[in-house]
């Protein structure tokens, strides 16, 4: 995690109120409130979507006029306009304070979303809405309507609305976004700056970009999926939640983010590729929740590909035989150069689903049949020492998912370290994002020295008491290489 940059990633989501700047990348001091998820009766419809009568297949003229304005009107459209309120607390009165009165006041939110179902069901950002106590949802003809939240997920940034209308609306269909090539035109479409229907081209400059922009959380299950689209098309505050569509038409993305100085579009749009959203929607629809699949391995992100740098017992990748230094090539015959990339492909399955993994080991190329485990299903790496005792589950930091002891005289010699604390088991998480493996040695927490958990205790105790949201570690990893991490209070 870094605390701060020079450029700062601005979410392009509502123009005033309670989404505008939410997911910049130096956080508010408040962390967001756990997403609310709302079980429901409806039924589930998906529409292959439909073009106007006027359209034509984008690919017969693909840089023509017609390809931009036959896209444009399959999916305008479909694009609405979300509108949010919520109370929040206004500055403290003692008088109303003593006739146990609350005071607070309306704050408004904009963004987009986009129809995929003609009886109402809607996409739009997590950050839109939440928070939210009211949703309205505004068509392209000015019609309003009310929207139930029937379930958001914060790691991939994404909720799903659904709206009684009394007549079919418009959709968009889903496209494949693994089939999106850098260089391939495509249109934004949302409500920037509460300008509503707006259309904006660009090319596809990018894939598979991880910004950081998402905090995780493990106390509320929030371990962030960003493997984003990238296009010059312009996008500003209130795009969040809109379509971003190929020239046939198809709906390849999700516009969430921007990059930004001044918090308005300066060249670079980033989507949720759409492999991703229809799957999250169809898990909210179905669970209320996403279900989410682990390869159970860890990689090491500082290395170029993807490299396995260990491997989880009770893991799909265990029993399929993957070992650490295994180079991933490609899952189920697409190409993952990145991490990113393979959390992209990972993000379609869930628990129980069965894939082929390519690989390279010792210059060979291998194929394994991997079944995805959930998260609970990873206990640890292979090669834990004998335990004297079996570990409880209190035994793991609440947060931060890892169990630390004091290191012994032995470690202390080998990495010339004086005191710290061993990192004797971890589960992924945020040290495991950070770089930080099993058997590193935590030294300091925002400087202070560390020769036995109360240390810690005191030391995370500090942290609380300045107001902090997070601390910096310090320590060496157990080939004695220098870390140096910033997360989250645990």
């Not at 408040?30 to 429901?40: F, I, K, Q, Y």
């Not at 693909?62 to 609405?80: G, M």
């Not at 080998?414 to 604390?421: A, E, N, S, T, Y």
Request: aromatic residues 4%; glycine residues 10%.
């Amino acid at each position: 995690m870094q605390w701060s940059s020079l450029l700062q990633w601005s979410a392009a989501g509502a123009a005033c109120g309670l989404t505008f700047g939410a997911m910049s990348w130096v956080k508010s001091p408040n962390p967001s409130p756990a997403p609310t998820v709302h079980t429901t009766s409806h039924t589930w419809t998906p529409s292959t979507g439909a073009l106007s009568p006027e359209a034509r297949p984008a690919t017969e003229t693909p840089l023509s006029d017609d390809a931009f304005v036959c896209a444009a009107q399959a999916s305008v459209n479909a694009v609405v306009h979300v509108q949010t309120a919520a109370v929040v607390p206004a500055q403290s009165n003692p008088w109303l304070s003593m006739l146990g009165m609350d005071p607070g006041r309306v704050a408004q939110g904009s963004g987009s979303g986009v129809i995929l179902d003609r009886q109402g069901w809607i996409v739009t950002n997590h950050h839109v809405i939440d928070g939210a106590q009211r949703i309205q949802v505004a068509l392209s003809d000015g019609s309003t309507m009310e929207a139930e939240l029937i379930g958001s997920d914060p790691s991939t940034d994404l909720a799903l609305l659904k709206t009684t209308p009394a007549k079919n609306l418009p959709t968009l269909s889903f496209g494949n976004s693994d089939e999106v090539n850098v260089g391939e035109w495509v249109l934004a479409v949302g409500n920037p700056l509460n300008l509503t229907s707006t259309v904006t081209a660009g090319i596809v400059s990018a894939k598979g970009r991880n910004l950081r922009l998402l905090e995780p959380d493990a106390r509320r299950d929030i371990y962030p999926v960003e493997s984003f689209l990238q296009t010059d098309a312009a996008v500003n505050p209130g795009n969040s939640g809109g379509a971003l569509v190929n020239l046939e038409g198809e709906l390849i993305g999700i516009n969430t983010a921007i990059a930004s100085q001044t918090g308005s579009y300066a060249g670079y749009s980033f989507a949720i590729p759409s492999s991703i959203v229809r799957k999250v929607v169809d898990d909210l629809r179905e669970y209320g929740r996403v279900q989410r699949a682990y390869l159970g391995i860890q990689v090491d992100q500082r290395d170029p590909g993807v490299r396995v740098a260990g491997v989880f017992r009770g893991s799909g990748a265990n029993a399929a035989g993957l070992q650490p230094g295994d180079r991933i090539e490609a899952i189920d015959g697409i190409p993952v150069s990145t991490f990113p990339a393979l959390q992209e492909q990972l993000s379609k399955h869930r628990p129980g689903a069965r894939i082929a993994v390519q690989l390279r080991r010792d210059g060979r190329q291998l194929q394994k049949e991997v079944e995805l485990q959930g998260r609970n299903a990873l206990v640890s790496t292979p090669d834990d020492p004998p335990a004297t005792r079996t570990p409880g589950e209190e035994d793991f930091l609440p947060n931060w998912g890892v169990r630390l002891s004091p290191a012994t005289a032995q470690v202390q010699a080998r990495l010339d370290v004086r005191g710290g604390l061993v990192v004797t088991d971890m589960r992924p998480g945020e040290w495991l994002d950070e770089g930080i493996r099993r058997g590193a040695v935590l030294l300091r927490v925002d400087g202070q020295p560390l020769e036995s958990e109360e240390d810690l205790n005191k030391a995370l105790d500090r942290s609380r008491e300045a107001g902090q949201r997070g601390v910096l570690l310090e320590g060496v990893q157990a080939n004695g290489q220098q870390f140096y991490a910033g997360v989250l209070l645990p």
